[in-house]
């Protein structure tokens, strides 16, 4: 820190950006080509759902736009009825495949960090209480946890579709597909992040500040929040990064299998669901592009989230 | 060249201007800068400084340890004559190990855990020996009995973990001179070890070098250890060699402004000043070492010239010192005046046990429960087990005065620590604070009122603020907490206002604990431990973690708010010397049992206890009087199985069958109070 020129004290809010600039996560971010070529994927990704509706060609759920004899169109060939031409093709319903595919990522990603969000705060808060708390709540917590992850994690989320699915009248099912699917996404991930954050808070609890902190009486609620929860975000944010990509291969794995959301509001996994069907008759796009968006999506985070993992983790470099 | 650079005889190492750099993307940092040095076949030769002056770096480099991307930049490294420092990295590791050994800091972790001891001094001799496995086994048998490892032929089969602390070292000495070597680099070798241990150890490393013609590079932070054992010291500062001599005119008569300082900032067991020397300011960081002589900012004689010019060792006496005041004979070399024996400063305390105790500890006792899980009980028909930390500890700390608590590691003087914070629950006994029992359940609750009175000073500076606090924020927490109406701006001043108790600027406010040095960050611990107005303070080892050179200026301003806010201190340490400085009244702890209570003067000029004659007997000396060595025995025992009757008795000289059957109580011998049978034969 040799640029401390500043005679007057700074803000706390440009403290904190100046010790963000001069970190190293900053800089070892620079340094890898594979992170920021993840990174400008991700973006660009992002930024395609995001902004879809503008984006787009087509909207792909209005039945008016559509064309059904433009269906099956290969990429960037003219149609043989219509003389319209796709640059990713169309699907059997004459879909314009980019769109379907802008459109669909809004469901994937909305899926994943929706569920991300879920389980994080679900795993975090049982985390601290059960690491800084101990005995019995700490065993009670982790055992369910310990139960939890003895099903693979598309099994939990499969019955926690089917159990909810169950109690909810018929005629909810198509607008309650989305909050469902997320829920059970996210509750089949919690203990991940409860694992960890209960590790890490059992290392800080007996760090000598959290003991100041009891000194001066503060009550554990505010110890927990204030002294050891921004201490433990590292380990979290990397999980929540990998976990996004795993959300999200769930999410398309539902889909995938039918229990996800519906085809008329498709997302990533429901479009390679339908694109396989006509894999075997040689309409490879239709499968070939929502899978290819699929993977750069997924390996993007989890490259991020790898790096991240190395970058805060001052004993990898 | 002087006698302190070239010895007479051809040197067994022979270091010219070896440099250290480390290629970081903030620029190149120099750790290591011009050291030049020689070492003669059966020397010793000392390299002290404090953290960060890059010793350590100097010993890693000559063994060709460095941690990439530290890499030697220039220099030369001649062993025996031959350059080393230019071999392949296939030859050298010939050598490593087997001319050049090294004795690592931590005996822990510089063993195998997985192999016997046995194996791993055999696996050494026999790459750098050629010797039959039969033969090697002898040769390790008997090295282990050099070292004095009792019982060396049935030890060599036994695992790194089934050793104690101090044996464990000995065994890494066994193994740094199981191939004979030329010279032996010894790394902080006694730094983890308590100090009736350390004593023992140094007596086995110096006595085997002498008899081998073993040259050592012992490096050290510790000038205690440095005037018990060297004969030539080298004090490093900044990356450089700020002066280097025979070690008895260093510590005696140092020149360097950096050696005086340091010498006057450590504080000694006879009685000392009432402050301490400090020098201001720390060690720079690596990457803004300035330009002319390294400590031109913290030197109180700088001249021009010593930020404009970069002083070469010279020649002065039988020393070289880098050092432009001292060679044109400004600066005269500085006898160190010899301790007064006269009344000691904490000694006349404000109002020496007139007033009722504010804080009152009686008959504490905590016992931990170390059992296995149940399950694991109930299969292994185990029993529960229990660690009992405290044992009946009683004393009285009367306002104004300070309290210290000595002992080595296991003594339990942590755990009454915080249990007089409240961290710990008591098993039995009483906490009075001011006449109020505060350990009790009922008190428990809403004794806010109460703890704001009463607060704590951690020990690691590096773990006692929370990284991702503003040190303005840290220092604000028990404001916001005990007086959650005041404003804002009323926090911001109070803030400032503590800030400049401890000797920090408001602007500090904005900066985050890793952004400060070890001593700074204790200064803010400091100011958050003054927030809420105490007038009782518990310090547990505030200076452990720290240089000398800080540790001096911690201990100064503590001596200062005490005297500007009239606190109270228990002070629990092992350093018999800061305790030595700073206490009014010494208790010493052994195995959870106060053994002895007194007034400070009184334990170091009379000490009655076995023990505390031991403590003090193994604490290195600075004065360098050639003393037999001490009569040092033993180790701490496991506190789950402590010896029956008086806990001491296994280690002490004096002890009886009485000793082992009976638990002494403390009884009153003149000032003090003492925990022995025995006490009285043995007053000199």
Known sequence: MTDDTASAPLSPLRARLRSWAHSDVLY????????????????????????????????????ASLNLMDGKTPPMTPNQFTGESFLLGTDDQGRDVLSVILYGSRISLL???????????????LGLIAGYRGGQIDNLIMRVADVQLTFPSILVALMIFGVVKGFLPPQAHENAALPVLIFSI????????????RGVTMVERNKEYVQAARVIGLRPMIIMTRHVLPNVLGPVLVIATLGLALAIISEATLSFLGVGVPPTNPSLGTLIRIGQEYIASGEWWILFFPALTLLALSLSVNLIGDWLRDALNPKLR | MSAALKVPSAPQLRVRD??????????????????????????????????????????AALIRLLEPPGRIAGGEIELGGQRIDTLPAEEFRHLRGGRIAMVFQDPLTSLNPLFTIGDQIVETIRIHLDLSPENARKRAVALLEEVGIPAPAERLDAYPHEFSGGMRQRVVIALALAADPAIVIADEPTTA????????????????????????????????????????????????????????EVI???????????????????????????????????????????????????????????????????ALVSCFLVADGTLKPHAKAKADSGVHAADVGPAAGASAPLVAVENLTKVFNVSRPWLYRVLQGEKQRFLTAVDGVSFAIPRGHTFALVGESGSGKSTVAKTIVG?????????????????????????????????????????????????????AEPLRAFQPDLSRAEVDDAVAELLGH???????????????????????????????????????????????????????????????????????????????????????????????????????????????????????????????????????????????????????????????????????????????????????
């Not at chain 2, 903030?26 to 002056?53: I, K, M, W």
């Open chain 2, 193 to 248: 070890l308590d100090v009736s241990v350390q004593a023992q150890v140094i007596a086995v490393l110096k006595r085997l070098c002498r008899e081998r013609g073993t040259s050592v590079i012992l490096i050290t932070h510790d000038m205690g250890v440095i005037a018990e054992t060297a004969d030539r010291v080298a004090v490093m500062y900044a990356g450089r060699i700020v002066e280097i001599g025979p070690v008895r």
């Open chain 2, 423 to 475: 961290l710990v629950r008591p098993t039995a006994g009483r906490i009075m604070f001011d006449g109020t029992d505060i350990s009790s359940d009922e008190a428990k609750g809403a004794d806010a009122a109460i703890r704001q009175r009463l607060t704590m000073i951690f020990q690691d500076p590096y773990a006692s603020l929370n990284p991702r606090m503003m040190a303005a924020a840290i220092v």
């Open chain 1, 111 to 125: 899926v994943g960090f929706a569920s991300v969000l879920l389980s994080a705060v679900m795993g975090v808060l």
């Open chain 2, 502 to 684: 401890v000797r920090l600027s408001p602007k500090d406010g904005v900066k985050f604990p890793h952004e400060f040095s070890g001593g700074q960050r204790q200064r803010i611990a400091i100011a958050r431990a003054l927030a809420s107005k105490p007038e009782f303070i518990v310090c547990d080892e505030p200076t452990s973690a720290l240089d000398v050179s800080v540790q001096a200026q911690i201990l100064n301003l503590m001596r200062d708010l005490q005297d500007e806010l009239g606190l109270t201190y228990l002070l629990i340490s092992h350093n018999l010397a800061v305790v030595r400085h700073m206490a009014n009244e010494i208790g010493v702890l052994y195995l959870g049992r106060l053994v002895e209570v007194a007034p400070a003067h009184e334990l170091f000029s009379a000490p009655r206890h076995p023990y505390t004659r031991m403590l003090l007997a193994a604490v290195p000396s600075m004065d360098m009087t050639d003393r037999a060595a001490p009569a040092v025995q033993g180790e701490i025992p496991n506190p789950i199985n402590p010896p029956s009757g008086c806990t001491f008795h296994p280690r002490c000289p004096l002890a009886d069958d009485r000793c082992k059957r009976e638990r002494p109580p403390a009884r009153q011998l003149g000032a003090s109070q003492v925990a022995c049978f025995k006490a009285e034969d043995a007053v000199p």
């Open chain 2, 252 to 318: 005696e008569a140092p020149q360097h402004p950096y050696t005086r300082g340091l010498m006057g900032a450590i504080p000694s067991l006879e009685g000392s000043a009432t402050r301490l020397e400090q020098i201001p300011g720390a060690m720079p960081r690596l990457d803004s070492i300035p330009a002319g002589c390294a400590f031109n900012p913290r030197c109180a004689f700088a001249t021009e010239r010593c930020v404009r010019e970069r002083p070469a060792p010279m020649p002065s006496g039988n």
């Open chain 1, 186 to 197: 996210g509750l089949s991930a919690w203990p991940q992040y409860a694992r960890t954050v």
């Open chain 1, 28 to 63: 070892s971010f620079r340094r890898s080509p594979t992170i920021v070529v993840s990174a400008l994927v991700l973006a660009v990704i992002l930024m395609g759902a995001l902004l879809a509706p503008l984006v787009s060609p087509q909207n792909p759920f209005d039945p």
């Open chain 2, 18 to 59: 070896l440099r250290v750099e480390f290629p970081t993307r903030r620029g190149l940092l120099t750790a290591v800068d011009g050291v030049s040095f020689d070492v003669a076949p059966g020397e010793v030769l000392g390299l002290v400084g404090e953290s960060g002056a890059g010793k350590s770096l100097t010993g």
